[in-house]
């Protein structure tokens, strides 16, 4: 808890004095910067109605200071990116108002609320009033268009309906029904993003009456790349939670850890048992989370997510280490996630425009030679990753950073080989009969050796190129690393021999 | 490190009103409240024989507080949920004594130890001298009931040996040797509660001389449906742990956690993705976590376990959002945790009264329908969702708590139906002969397909709806969640078809 | 944050009694202890190559203090364990060049930097200068001898070859590769510690010109059993980390919880469960991680993996409850890790002296019988059980104590003998042509039923016994425990049925 000061008037400057020094953040409070008229009208029922997050907004930035006092800041230390903002938004906070009645025309869910037009979900464009180069990095940021990528290819997308699909089992087989729209914003949308529509408007009983409010499918939800009822994608808050939008929670892993967490992109697990999360839990609490920019080894003592792929980081003499990037692939080279095979990063942010020889839309062949037309070239891998290398010698050494990178890439070759070994069993199943494949015209996922495919990269290469990218030791061997890869080959190719009804000393192989 | 003020004797006035107003909670210490002859005499010896419990217990509320303060807060700000106190507790402060010796001819373990009638196991109905409510709304709680539950339910009873027991693998087959007493203890009953039973006297030979002490069978045990010696039910200190009994600990989500964690109830895992448990991560360490009530926004931004299931949660107005339950399902309308499937709450916390149609003490039948007769109706539901919604509208709309309420639904829905899934693959490898079932009078749990039948409904059902109810995102998906159901599902059918030898062409389904 | 304070010149002597008063943590600084020479030097180029590092060291306790004043404290409060230390290094702080000058001619990574004889690598003989007796003892800790336990135990290496290779499917079957030093050193020896070596010497271009610096294989590295370039063992920086040396860092669970967090090892993941690891994330922020010797009771009110296993544990009144000792298992009576069976300490570090009758470097036969001429006897096991009690005896009763201790025990029957029952399935295997073991001088780990044996052991047996250890609950059931356990000797008996197709009504049991 932050420590709280009751006013005791009447004492001696002295003892004033006294307790100044001791807590200087307090310090001699300005005057508080005002707040819109509109916005103190939404303040008077929302106190009442959602009192949470009215509170949640009181402790922010946002309702300390105004956009004017931000443009003013030294350039290293600015949170906001325009040059200007809109005179009306200039010298009062932002608040309620200010980002629930912006751009009322461009967003279908806009609607006449106690004389104001209100949209309930605020979007990108919405911030770009002030930010307007983390929005322009972002819609530049591969997580933009994660509905897309995942919803409009079609072979992504049937992994998600052989996933989230409900089996029907009779007499004569199994019958796969197509998840609905509920269990897909429960699943896989809650982390790639809804699309969010207006359905119609109702009217709600409250306790100030009667009051139409937008029908909103989709919704609630914070996903990365969430379809906007404006046409933008993304959530701000995805990162940076309502209604505090803190940066300190961004810097946080925990942030990123909400989804980048389970078996297929275990980034936060990793961390947790690196040295770098081993430090952020010991002694992160003397962390400075807020401060901008974020000063290297003075603010923190080792890296969170953001410190490496997104933040503006600063030595202690005020050299810049690393820019601020919202596109958060700026000092990535690699795509380690796979599907199927680790790669290099594609070139655009919507990956439906990937064909590979096969005419798959998939960055490489079933047998991992890459796109590489829709693929970043070796020059542009390697200026991506001199970017992330800056970060990694504020505190280590030339040797040091090269000896981590040697074993990185070595790793995205044997996990990239334990892929091929696998997809070899799995064709040798396709050709003899034991499963139906892509000649079949048959879903490339649905069948248990496809399954046991699908975790060989998506669960274990994912979880050994992730330990090895950030130090992450047991979760490259016996966590889900090369532990289970070989042991998840053996149990493929026993399967295939079950299925063929090889005998001993007839085994396939 | 809480601050620690060292006396400077001859200060003057104004420095000390300096101090004080810097560290308001320290105020100008009253008389410390008295302890009793007996808790001193305890001290005397314990402050050496076991120091880090008395200093727990020094530090905590208990130590620091008589109950006839306690009883003298405004309603709303009481921790003792008593009209009045025994008059030998009202005066000094709740040590050592207080609760050890209460009781005593209840308790089968009071034994004679220095003049005093001591009890080890202090149980609720010891504390119900101060908190009668609490005690009496735990005990219509579910969790009150976790040990007879268990053990009492001959489906679930054999649930918990054919997974504790010893398996003994011969040239003949294998036998399983049913777990002992000192096995259940460490596995299943280590949260279930244990049986405390006095087994003897022994004497002991201590610094201070020959002690005799009871002998305890099934001790130590914290669970949370405890069979004390007394013949009550519960443990307090599963939350409340000792000897600080602290409302702090209570209301992190760690306690909660160390029971439910695990595959079978990954409600913490779930909640550490969750973006309240983001939150709780990122900025929890400014919450406040012992006031009472506890006021939403300022107290806190994001629930924890407490809040939405068990906490006194106000507005900063004294609106009163929620009021305090230790009948931890008062705001649970669903049984999600199932056994087999997902239904409605059971009526009596005693689940060993149920029967459903087929005369198995279950909630539903093996195929689903509900066992409705012993479960909460529609209108109690209805009732429970509204007191939970009640606690999301703190901070949500309506719309938005809505449309997370039918993504839950859903969710029930679709895995009940990929449980029935399972069990119809299951049922048929009874019909075939692939496996012992219920008309072979064989356990369901002991064999391969039985095993993977259990993890679809106790690990991967319950995964996803856990997820549905507290916004898991992967935990719903690929962390044993709707690709594990399946993947499982198709395991299922292989295992069967290589079962009963179907070859290519001729399979089973 | 610490608070930070500004010098307010000016203010009278009672203002500043007061603010002493209030933090005495920080009191009149005292003039700052000097820095050497060398260091300085060092310091001028690294606060702008490496900032990061630098200023962690500032920070560190290692910049604020002498030798000569450590030496000088109190013997319970003493940081340091040498008698004396050499001229040159008492009077100033321990920076850079008193590290990494130290003991040059030892140092095969020594090269001429600037004018001094640096190397990178700081090793327990560097750190001996002032801490002789934590390296003595850590030399005799197991965990220094990971590096050859692990690498020059053939079958303790074959199961590292299997795991970590890369397996090439053809035509024809599959072949294993060996794994090379990067995957190596990614994986099994990023803990366990890898043989760092020098390989040459190349000329950097750097901001201040062209510079030699050893190439380094194996590097970087901070495993417990790292093989250093003077012939050491062992990384000090496994548990202090660079460059504060912390031990508050090493008290911290998550220090140890690096290594000891996966399936094999879930000590991290169960004190995580356990009531200890509850009370250590709920209160742990206000306890007291720096103090020595540490009180228990007032420095903390649970335990954490080192107040256990190694920290200088003392009551309020200054009465020893245990000894701080580097050689982990000194408090250790069972290795409950297995590699097969759990059973008595080996005596060595050296554990490959070991032979079991039948000749493997096996502390137990396959069937479980002990080697006990390599383990510590009856006697050793119960004093060391009685130095773990007496930290346990802080805190708890004698019955509490020894009710614990004997399910520990029965744990470690229970699981052998699931391990045994496992064993003789993969036996009948091998005796049947299933697969092929010992006798046809094939890997043991390398089939599919071979794995399953593995994990029956290594994850699931390690987990029952963690849990049992330390009060892990459901770690012992159903996260990786007995359910498993059962589970998977299902599954091996139904694959020993698959793959010798015997068919309904003729088992093979």
Chains 1, 2, 3 share one sequence.
């Not at 004492?11 to 008229?37: F, M, N, R």
């Not at 080989?417 to 199943?429: D, F, H, K």
Request: proline share 5%; charged share 20%.
């Amino acid at each position: 808890m932050r420590p709280r000061f009751h006013t005791a008037r009447g004492w001696t400057a002295l003892a004033a004095a006294a307790l100044v020094a001791v807590i200087p953040a307090a310090g001699a409070a300005a005057a508080a910067p005002e707040v819109s008229e509109a916005t103190e009208e939404c303040l008077s029922c929302h106190a009442v109605a959602t009192p949470g997050i009215v509170a949640d907004w009181k402790a922010s930035r946002h309702a300390a200071t105004t956009p004017m006092a931000a443009l003013e800041r030294p350039a290293l230390e600015r949170r906001v990116s325009a040059d200007q903002v809109p005179p009306g938004l200039r010298m009062t906070v932002v608040g309620c108002a200010e980002c629930h009645t912006a751009n009322p025309d461009a967003h279908a869910d806009t609607f006449d609320h106690n004389g104001y037009r209100v949209h309930v979900v605020v979007t990108p464009a919405d911030c770009a009033a002030c930010h307007p180069e983390e929005r322009a990095q972002y819609d530049q940021n591969i997580m933009s268009h994660a509905y897309g990528n995942l919803h409009a290819n079609p072979v992504y997308h049937n992994l998600v309906e052989t996933t989230d699909g409900v089996q029907v089992v009779t007499e004569e087989g199994t019958r796969l029904e197509s998840p609905d729209d509920l269990t897909l914003a429960d699943s896989c949308f809650s982390c790639h993003g809804t699309e969010v529509k207006v359905a119609g408007t109702r009217t709600v009983e409250t306790d100030l009456g009667e009051m139409d409010f937008p029908i909103l499918t989709g919704w609630p939800n914070q996903g990365v790349g969430r379809v906007n009822p404006d046409g933008t994608l993304g959530a701000c808050t995805s990162c940076h939670p309502r209604h505090g939008f803190s940066i300190e929670v961004a810097r946080k892993p925990y942030t990123c850890g909400q989804c980048h967490k389970g078996p297929d992109v275990p980034a936060y697990k990793v961390y947790q048992v690196s040295k770098h999360g081993n430090l952020f839990a010991s002694v992160g609490k003397e962390w400075n989370f807020s401060a901008v920019p974020w000063v290297v080894g003075r603010d923190f003592t080792a890296p969170t997510c953001a410190t490496c792929h997104a933040s503006l980081v600063v030595t202690d003499e005020g050299e810049v280490v690393a820019r601020r990037s919202h596109r958060m692939n700026d000092r990535i080279g690699w795509r380690i996630f796979g599907l199927v095979y680790a790669h290099a990063h594609p070139k655009s942010p919507d990956t439906t425009v990937i064909r590979n020889r096969a005419g798959l839309p998939l960055p490489t062949e079933l047998t991992g030679e890459p796109a590489a037309a829709f693929l970043i070239d070796k020059d542009e891998q390697a200026r991506r990753r001199a970017a992330m290398q800056a970060v990694c010698r504020a505190c280590h050494s030339r040797g040091w950073v090269e000896g981590h990178y040697a074993r990185f890439d070595r790793a995205i070759e044997t996990t990239n080989a334990m892929t091929l070994a696998a997809t070899r069993i799995l064709l040798r199943a396709w050709d003899e009969g034991a499963a139906k494949g892509l000649e079949q015209k048959d879903s490339i996922f649905n069948e248990a050796i496809e399954k046991m495919w699908v975790e060989q990269w998506l669960f274990y290469g994912n979880s050994v190129r992730f330990a090895a990218a950030m130090g992450g030791a047991d979760y490259g061997v016996f966590a889900n690393g090369r532990w289970v890869q070989a042991k998840n080959l053996q149990a493929m190719k026993d399967w295939l021999d079950f299925k063929l009804k090889k005998h001993k000393g007839g085994w396939l192989w």
